[in-house]
């Protein structure tokens, strides 16, 4: 699975997606891990609501030109959760975005965020299809977007991607990251 890992806090991966969505006309849909229906909203632009959204889950789809296949759900089947409804992730293509976590503790912890696709999709009658031109294309563009937010730093002998203010409370001790 092509990923881009980074490293910001809520409000940083908020103002990135932000731009991403606006810079590249994406759709936003907000995931949800338990649905009573099978159904998410999707966002054409920016609202508010979805930042309420993520900060209950770290986790949104992208869809643009390259998504190909409808959002499609299946029904959990036992379990405590047992008739309740998910996201299957594996029909698209989407760009899948989990946002960085962060621990409660004091420095809080940081863990990473990525960006990233899936090697081969699934249509809705289960064929295997690869990600497209279009997909890849797409990103590497937002990839590219992200790093206008970022910076490289080194650590432990590699290079991570974190937000600017993320960098500055790091360098201040105020938080860890961990890569």
């Known amino acids: 699975m092509p990923e881009f890992r980074h490293y910001t806090f809520l409000d940083e991966t908020i103002a990135i997606l932000r731009d991403v969505s606006a810079t590249h006309a994406l759709k936003m849909i907000p995931e949800q891990p338990v649905l009573t229906e099978p159904r998410l909203e999707t966002f054409d632009r920016f609202e508010p609501e979805i930042a309420t959204r993520l900060a209950r889950f770290g986790v949104v789809e992208l869809e643009g030109a390259f998504t190909r296949h409808p959002l499609q759900f299946k029904q959990r089947d036992g379990g405590?959760?047992?008739?309740?409804?998910?996201?299957?992730?594996?029909?698209?293509?989407?760009?899948?975005?989990?946002?960085?976590?962060?621990?409660?503790?004091?420095?809080?912890?940081?863990?990473?965020?990525?960006?990233?696709?899936?090697?081969?999709y699934r249509d809705p009658a289960g064929r295997r299809e690869p990600p497209s031109p279009e997909l890849i294309a797409a990103?590497?563009?937002?990839?590219?977007?992200?790093?206008?937010?970022?910076?490289a730093v080194p650590a432990r002998g590699d290079k991570v991607w974190v937000g600017r203010e993320t960098k500055r409370r790091w360098d201040a001790g105020e938080v860890v990251i961990d890569p």
Not at 86 to 113: C, F, I, K, M, N
Not at 139 to 151: D, G, L, N, P, Q
Request: positive net charge.
């Open 80 to 120: 405590s959760a047992m008739g309740t409804y998910y996201l299957d992730d594996g029909v698209g293509p989407r760009l899948h975005w989990t946002l960085p976590g962060q621990t409660g503790e004091h420095p809080p912890v940081l863990a990473p965020g990525s960006l990233s696709y899936y090697t081969s």
């Open 139 to 151: 990103f590497r563009a937002v990839v590219k977007t992200m790093k206008r937010h970022i910076v």
